[in-house]
């Protein structure tokens, strides 16, 4: 019966939540409209030096390296707990 509580124990610590930052979401979606913004201005001007979202490119970086952020930072305490392999 002692298992049973504890196993619930754990399985509540880990849907706890840390606190959720807006503004990295408003970033993320930012950076997805200057890749769509980016892929149709490079139909419209074929030359990269007169589109003005000639390096619209980047933003792919920059939404992945956020992405990679908002996961590391959600399962950065749950790790211990979960585990390599269930994970």
Known sequence: ????ATNS?????LLRTRPHYEILD???GVA???VVIF?????VYTDPAT??????????DFFFCLSGFVIAYAYDSRM???GFLPF
């Open 80 to 82: 211990e707990k979960v």
């Open 39 to 43: 892929h149709f201005m490079e139909i």
């Open 1 to 4: 019966m002692e298992q049973a």
């Open 51 to 60: 589109n003005f979202a000639g390096h619209g490119f980047l933003a792919v």
């Open 26 to 28: 408003g970033l993320r």
């Open 32 to 34: 997805a409209i200057v």
């Open 9 to 13: 124990i754990t399985s509540s610590d």
